[in-house]
């Protein structure tokens, strides 16, 4: 509830100025997490898996089922103004403080993606679907036709062959059936420190550069990188952005809003108009094959 004595036009204000922040705010993570909206408290995401191939005789094959339970976890920010600021007419300073809480709302899911796959080598933020890290070197699904335990953890720094040796593991990555999942791996994500490396793998011309070797790079124009500090500065993953379903979910119960509004008259400079924005979403983990660890 609103608090009635809380002048209307501030509250106006802030609803404004907090949507007008959140459509400007940069939002790398939704290249590497799928959104989706939560109906309930803690929902239960159920995948069928792959489908079976054709066969050249009739028989029926049945598709597994994988289960992933997904909650959300409540985020709020409060900013305040002073009655004696409004009186004043500073309601900018009220401005300022409401499109920063939501552009740090959007920044917080995007540093919590990139915090979130950065850990995907243990289960500080939960486990995989199949009950592994979601990095691991032990992927199998449970009651799947194909039980051969599959790798996408690598300890291998960014350099042109390196990627290549990451690049090929993606080709030979297989669904519940056996079958090849044939994704696209379009992405680079790197700690910053690792920029100057991936932009040569992704946008150079040339493969061997610093030297005379003229040899074409063959992944130019093929990849993107995307650079994040939320990375230990030696990680490095390949990603295959562009598919639908992706290495990461930002389960989402409530959009970022403004919650409450309040005065508080005790306080100093004539006492404080309060204003509290409220989300509540978690980030958990997707399909492990849609990444490969480079390097931790």
């Not at 600021?85 to 709302?105: I, M, P, Y």
């Not at 899911?109 to 979130?116: A, I, L, Y």
């Not at 420190?193 to 003229?214: F, M, P, V, Y």
């Not at 994040?228 to 809003?257: C, G, Y």
Request: proline share 4%; glycine share 8%; aromatic share 12%.
């Amino acid at each position: 509830m609103i608090s009635g004595n809380v002048p209307k036009h501030l509250v106006v204000g802030a609803r404004t100025g907090f949507l007008t922040a959140l459509k400007a705010a940069k939002a790398d993570w939704k290249r590497i997490a799928m959104p989706i909206k939560m109906g309930a408290k803690s929902i239960e995401l159920v995948d069928l898996g792959a489908a079976p191939m054709p066969k050249d005789h009739y028989t029926a094959q049945d598709m597994i089922e994988k289960y992933k339970t997904v909650t959300p976890s409540d985020w709020s920010i409060v900013v305040w103004i002073s009655y004696n600021a409004v009186k004043d007419d500073q309601t900018g300073s009220l401005e300022r403080k409401v499109k920063g809480a939501g552009r740090n709302f959007d920044k917080h899911m995007n540093d919590r993606c990139f915090t979130v796959l950065n850990a995907g080598d243990g289960q500080t933020y939960g486990a995989c679907y199949d009950g592994q890290d979601f990095i691991d070197s032990d992927h199998v699904d449970k009651g799947a036709h194909y039980q051969t335990s599959q790798d996408n953890e690598n300890a291998l720094s960014l350099n042109g062959d390196n990627f290549e040796t990451v690049w090929v593991a993606t080709q030979g990555f297989k669904d519940d059936q056996g079958e090849e999942t044939g994704y696209v791996y379009d992405l680079i994500v790197c700690h910053p420190s690792n920029r100057r490396e991936a932009h040569q793998i992704c946008k150079n011309e040339w493969l061997d550069w610093g030297t005379g070797n003229r040899e074409q790079n063959p992944w130019q124009g093929e990849l993107d990188y995307i650079t994040t500090p939320k990375f230990d500065t030696t990680a490095w993953h390949l990603v295959a952005s562009s598919e639908p379903i992706k290495p990461l979910i930002l389960a989402m119960r409530e959009e970022p809003a403004l919650q409450d509004a309040w005065f508080d008259p005790k306080a100093e400079d004539g006492g404080r108009y309060y204003f509290k924005f409220f989300a509540r979403y978690e980030v958990h983990y997707g399909d492990w094959r849609t990444v490969n660890q480079g390097n931790t």
